[in-house]
Nanobody
Framework: QVQLAESGGGLVQPGGSLRLSCAAS????????MAWFRQAPGKEREFVAG????????YYADSVKGRFTISRDNAKTTVYLQMYSLKPEDTAVYYC?????????????????WGQGTQVTVSA
């Protein structure tokens, strides 16, 4: 199995940037599709971005397209989420997730492994 640990969250002004990291430990990291989800208080957990095992295919929620970029470094067993032009609506706890499926899923219940989450707050 794989263990996930997020880092890089914090407080940022609207229009600012943050880079989140998800460090994975365990065997065969390259066999997992990876994704970022977020959950704001009182709201459902929602898909943000996903990346296939090869790293050649990426997927984004409409709300973050053009602003966020997901990438992975299989040698470092790490997944990143680079966030630009942050908005107050982006405020949430961000979670890293892993799935052994051949597809990048957008439903949280499809993922087998989760990190503890990292808080992102966008406020003036």
């Amino acid at each position: 199995q794989v263990q996930l640990a997020e880092s890089g969250g914090g407080l940022v002004q609207p229009g600012g940037s943050l880079r989140l990291s998800c460090a994975a430990s365990g065997r065969s990291f390259s066999n997992y599709a990876m994704a970022w989800f977020r959950q704001a208080p009182g709201k459902e957990r929602e898909f943000v971005a996903g990346i296939a095992r090869s790293g050649t295919r990426t997927y984004y929620a409409d709300s973050v397209k053009g602003r966020f970029t997901i990438s992975r470094d299989n040698a470092k067993t790490t997944v990143y989420l680079q966030m630009y032009s942050l908005k107050p609506e982006d405020t949430a706890v961000y979670y890293c997730a892993a799935d052994q499926s051949l597809w990048v899923a957008q439903r949280p219940q499809e993922y087998d492994y989760w990190g503890q989450g990292t808080q992102v707050t966008v406020s003036a």
